[in-house]
């Protein structure tokens, strides 16, 4: 398979991971991290809201609708904590109390201010507080300011990105972020990176441990190659290349080879008819297409397989793998 240039080797085991650890149909909110920002966690992975936006153009996701964050309107920051002030100093220095009033004598404070071994009893006029309601008040829990002592219920409320602007509750802007559900478009299952993946679940079930998108290094060369998929057999390995795309090159022919010769493993060449019969008419080969496409190789590096369905390829490419 020869993957687009948009897709790089880490996209590619990106999707292999999603495929692992999704199951179609399952939902992913987004959620904010300290430091991070807006994150979705897939599996043990977290990724970024752009990188998810990317998916979803890649056709991963489905939109299935949105959770909004308050953001800084200046700066674009999630990042924002919370400030407390006096609404008659503004002081950050508040207290939370559980008030009671005296109504006889009008003092207010805490509660813990009144609190006597034997009940509560104002410290200022030494009188004992007897039904709630009728000669005390519990107003309930308030802010008092220790700056200048005035009590309220609410303190004022201001946000601080982390780059230092201040925002009232009202200044806040919001940024909608998708919630999704992993379901891959069907494009995406008819491409040459998900037929891959299909393979190498289909090789799992017949007891191979094979592995898509494998990195491999040259031992001649030294250069890196992706192979499509490594099959791992009592201590050997096997490359697989899969050809299935329209376009015949060169390269369709050179790249077993190079493969065979620097990674010193034996490469089955996965062809379907329709790019056989291409390479075949492209290097003006007669006859039997498979015979003739052999040919070109040795046989002890190099198997040609070509399958007309999945089912054949599968078939066939078990019959190929036992005889290496
Ligand atoms: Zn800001
Ligand atoms: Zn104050
Ligand atoms: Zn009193």
């Given at each position: 398979?020869s993957?687009?240039?948009?897709v ?11 495929g ?7 939902e992913i909110?987004?959620?904010y991290e ?6 979705y966690n ?7 809201e752009?990188r998810?936006?990317?998916?979803i ?13 308050p ?11 919370l ?6 100093c503004n002081?950050q ?11 006889e004598c ?16 104002c410290p200022?006029?030494?009188r ?8 005390y008040?519990r107003?309930g829990?308030?802010y008092?300011c ?8 609410l303190?004022l409320?201001?946000?601080s990105?982390s ?23 069907d494009l995406l299952?008819e ?14 079930s ?8 494998a ?15 490594l099959?791992h ?12 795309t329209?376009n015949v ?28 019969e ?8 007669e006859?039997?297409v498979k015979?003739r496409i ?11 397989v070509v399958?007309e369905?999945?089912?054949?390829k ?9 005889k290496?």
């Amino acid at each position: 398979m020869s993957f687009g240039e948009d897709v790089s080797l880490m996209e590619l085991r990106q999707l292999e991971l999603l495929g692992k650890v999704l199951k179609p149909g399952q939902e992913i909110r987004p959620h904010y991290e300290r430091n991070i920002g807006i994150v979705y966690n897939i599996g043990e992975l977290t990724i970024r809201e752009d990188r998810l936006l990317s998916l979803i153009r890649r056709g991963f996701f489905r939109v299935k609708g949105y959770i909004s964050f308050p953001i800084c309107p200046v700066c674009g920051d999630v990042d924002l904590s919370l400030n407390v002030y006096c609404p008659n100093c503004n002081s950050q220095d508040l207290l939370k109390v559980d008030i009671v009033i005296h109504y006889e004598c009008h003092y207010a404070d805490d509660i813990s201010a009144f609190r006597r071994p034997e009940g509560l009893v104002c410290p200022v006029c030494e009188r004992s507080l007897k039904v709630v309601g009728v000669d005390y008040g519990r107003p309930g829990i308030s802010y008092r300011c220790n700056n200048c002592l005035s009590v309220f219920q609410l303190p004022l409320i201001e946000f601080s990105c982390s780059n230092g602007h201040l925002l009232r509750l009202d200044e806040l802007a919001v940024h909608r972020a998708p919630v999704v559900i992993y379901e891959p478009s069907d494009l995406l299952r008819e491409s040459a990176a998900w037929k891959i993946l299909d393979l190498v679940e289909a090789l799992s079930s017949y007891g191979y441990k094979a592995e898509p998108f494998a990195l491999l290094r040259g031992n001649v060369t030294r250069t890196e190659h992706i192979v499509d998929v490594l099959v791992h057999r009592s201590g050997k390995r096997i490359a697989l290349l899969i050809f299935n795309t329209p376009n015949v090159n060169p390269d369709s022919v050179s790249r077993p080879l190079t493969i065979a010769i620097d990674l010193q493993i034996p490469v089955v060449a996965v062809m379907s008819k329709e790019f056989a019969e291409g390479l075949a008419r492209f290097l003006r080969m007669e006859g039997n297409v498979k015979q003739r496409i052999q040919s070109l190789f040795p046989a002890e590096l190099v198997r040609v397989v070509v399958y007309e369905n999945e089912a054949d390829k599968i078939a066939k490419l078990l019959d190929a793998l036992e005889k290496l």
